[in-house]
């Protein structure tokens, strides 16, 4: 595997997800700390706490939250391994390097952190205050959300609405001076000087291979000529062999002497010339421009008004499809390149990227929720449930951070084009970190009703998801210092991302998946998890 653009991000990524999963088992092994002292008299500090009390309690909080983050972390490797199926290697080398990396983060969140934990003798810090598990005011209105979910959807629904438009706005670009700081004297500089005092377009080329140096070459190279004065969007013709040898032979003798004889038929004139071109300094000097040092292969350069893009692409397209009907039944191949053309390539690709990507990581996670709900309640029916209503808000989430990147401007990038991906992975690991909470609390009382579950879940597994994100928000925030543009586009777009697939999972889903959880209850279904598998 090579670095990449795109794996610029993979150490802030890791960084934040680790900070994330570490976050998760702390908090859960403070909780059962805290559900210990109580039945200790007298303990009201971790120190305090018997050592078998505390050993026991690390355990049980690594058990429980590791179930959880295997659940995520399965689901995230399969997403990010999906990228294989990519036709783009970037994006292949990016998912495999994240897929390895996130299996590391979940082995070493629930061995190596808790081991560390068990070893290193505990402050004597009041258990009080090593997590909050309280209800307050906030977790309460959440709770009341539950209540009504037809709401909840209703407002999901209308703000999806202009994000689709928004998403309609959102534009690929991709440049190499978009890989540039501006602010920065010696890049302002370069800019300047390309821009103003460049004189022409980057051209572009159509290289010829073939037998170049016979009569045959030449008319391929006059029906290719041809071929872009026929298109509109070809300006000029700016240089190809033929012409250079035409200009060339009015200062050199030889060269004119050797023309004169192809002129006139004169048998061994093309053997002597094609000499002249390859063996001689002076042949060389002039042709190297146009003609490989082989002889079978030249090139015929063109400027072309070409717009975005798309239409670039598009002319791409247009202009090989004549140049492949030209060489038809011939020894000859035509083809067209340039930078231009390269750019034009390369954006199509990011923006089919983005796409694939996306919907290939969504339509895997699906799979899996699906997968994992069936198997852990036994039903067919209830893993689907479960696994939709799991999967659903984070489409929304994905929809809503494309759609802010229409609305502000923000382009798909080598960077930002795996941000509907990422978004994905990261967001399924707060829904199944809530969901499983949610079950945990409707089996430990189920008489409670969707309102209270939903309330003590956020309470408890809320504020981790909550400290988490500042976390892995903090870190990519870091992104903007970064003197690489797309750096600081993918920071700032993945904030936002994590953003709004926090509030997704915490707004959004519990109100729909508390109550999915009371019907299978009040219907007698008994499809919940015989132990515990919160983080």
Known sequence: ??????????????????????????????????????????????????????????????????????????????????????????????????????????????????????????KDLPI????????????????????????????????????????????????????????????????????????????????????????????????????????????????????????????????????????SGSDGSWEDLEYWLLQTDEGRKLSAGVLSSSGDQTVISFQASTLDWSATSEFESRLSSSLSSEVEDTDFTLRVSGRSLIL???????????????????MVILIMLLTIQTGRTGSALKGVKRGFVTWLPLMAVVTWVFGIMGFTGFQLNSQTVTIGALTLGLGVDYAIHIATRLEEEALYDPSAGPAVWTSRSVATTGRAMCAAALTTAGGFSVLNLSSLVPLQLFGQAFVVAITLALMSSLLLLPPLYARLLESEIRHGQQALPSSKTAA
Do not use: C
């Not at 990524?13 to 999963?21: H, N, R």
């Not at 399965?74 to 290697?89: K, N």
């Not at 034009?344 to 969504?362: C, E, G």
């Open 1 to 122: 595997m090579t670095f990449n653009g795109a794996m610029n991000s993979i150490p802030v990524l890791l960084l934040a997800i680790g900070v994330d999963y570490g976050l998760h088992v702390v908090k859960r092994i403070r909780e059962e700390y805290r559900l210990a002292s109580k039945s200790e008299e007298g303990s009201s500090s971790v120190k305090g706490l018997q050592k078998d009390l505390r050993k026991a309690a690390v355990l049980r909080g690594t058990k429980y939250t590791s179930i959880a983050l295997l659940i995520a972390i399965f689901t995230d490797m399969v997403g990010f391994l999906s990228f294989r199926l990519s036709s783009q290697s970037f994006l292949v080398v990016f998912g495999t390097v994240i897929a390895i990396g996130l299996f590391y983060i979940y082995l070493f969140s629930v061995t190596a952190l808790p081991a560390l934990i068990s070893l290193i003798p505990p």
């Open 128 to 263: 009080e205050r090593t997590v909050k598990i309280d209800e307050n005011r906030i977790t309460r209105w959440i709770g009341d959300l539950s209540k009504k979910p037809a709401t909840v959807v209703v407002v999901a629904v209308l703000l999806s609405m202009p994000a689709l438009y928004g998403v309609q706005q959102l534009e690929v670009g991709f440049d190499t001076r978009d890989n540039f700081d501006d602010s920065v004297p010696v890049v302002a500089d370069f800019l300047l000087i390309s821009e103003v005092f460049q004189s022409s377009p980057t051209p572009l080329y159509v290289v010829l291979d073939g037998d170049v140096i016979s009569e045959q070459g030449r008319i391929m190279v006059e029906s290719a000529i041809r071929i872009l004065q026929e298109d509109d969007s070809v300006t000029q013709v700016t240089t190809d062999l033929w012409s250079t040898l035409e200009s060339g032979r009015y200062s050199d003798s030889t060269l004119d002497l050797y023309m004169t004889g192809i002129e």
């Open 344 to 362: 034009a390539q390369i954006t199509s690709d990011v923006a089919d990227a983005a796409t694939l990507s996306t919907t290939i990581v969504a």
